[in-house]
């Protein structure tokens, strides 16, 4: 299901046209589709569905309250990686006995909070933090469930600063390590052993690397169970690939086949983490084009959104299709699509075929993950507002900045 579509000539989110949205709410603009949103979670849960399972959704990949709500009304977990997106979940009504917190770095008071809020487990990341927790629920008087998050040492074969599951990686404990911990682990007073975890990477394109991971978690759990250790789930990750261009992302129901299959047999329950999956096609970023500046080399496309507001194109050189709002059948030619910012690396999208004259709105696609939640406001930039379109209603789920929210927080010295 596509749901934004061209309806004579002029692009729509649902039913609203993107120029409606410009006109009420300004430019740049997230805009979500609340029927993708829910389509694409339904999708992901029901390919699990003959087994007991639950789906976390990775805030990190959009934390808007207002999309953590709709996923938690329709029964979503959450995997958090710091207690700013803990609270988010609760004050957009998630369950706090279905979180999974992850992460390299909990600090202590984040330990602490996790535990008074009742998070369903911590997916443990080193022997530092093993202890750490360990003391911190000792001092509260609490038992901390844990999970080991194992680093299979599979290659995701996806971009570097995106692959998590090889051995140089910062995450999860070393493969090599996951029994002897979890036999420190199930001797220590005050944790319980729920669960093994791995995420390997994101926006991975093919199945087999999340089969490897999981045959050698697999293991674990079987060498575990012969010690006495049983686990009540296993945690698969997130990471499946999305399509921004031309990549063939395995579909879910072959992925969820796969992993399934591995699974047959086993009493666990299933956890699963998707981010990127459940949001990215559901967003579009909307633009204006300001200029159109004839360098010696190369045509500009100067638009009013820029690196800070979607930061994925300078990061990791990812590509987003660029389309106008309004079809005009003209040629169009080739320019670099850039923003106002101050950086040479500041660019929404290289030699692209553009028909567009000044003032004309744009579509910066797949806008939905990793957009808003990596957004700064380098060069005093106000962020973005963002807009939920739920068939021709438009709701603004977050007010555009203003420059003195930005400066609210600084005081001059006497
Ligand atoms: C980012 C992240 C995810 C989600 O990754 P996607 O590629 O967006 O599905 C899941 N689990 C952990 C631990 C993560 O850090």
Known sequence: MNSFSYRNGVLHAEDASLESVAEKYGTPCYVYSRAALVSAFRAYSDAFSPRDHLVCYAVKANSNIAILNLFARMGSGFDIVSIGEMERVLKAGGDPARIVFSGVGKREDEMRAALSAGILCFNVESEGELERLDLVAKNMGKRASISFRVNPNVDAKTHPYISTGLRQNKFGIPYDDALRLYRKANAMENLAILGIDCHIGSQLTEIPPFVEALEKILLLVDELEKEGIALSHIDVGGGLGIRYREERPPEIADYAKALLEKLQGRPQKILLEPGRFLVGNAGILLTRLEYLKHG????????????????????????????????????????EIVGPVCETGDFLGHDRNLAARQGDLLAICSAGAYGMSMSSNYNSRPRAAEVLVDGASLHLVRERETISQLMAAEKLVP
Do not use: S, W
């Open 296 to 335: 010696e080399e190369k045509h500009f496309a100067i638009v009013d959104c820029a690196m800070n507001d979607l930061m994925r194109p300078a990061l990791y050189d990812a590509y987003h299709e660029i389309i106008p709002v309004k079809q005009n059948g003209g040629k169009g030619e080739l320019c």
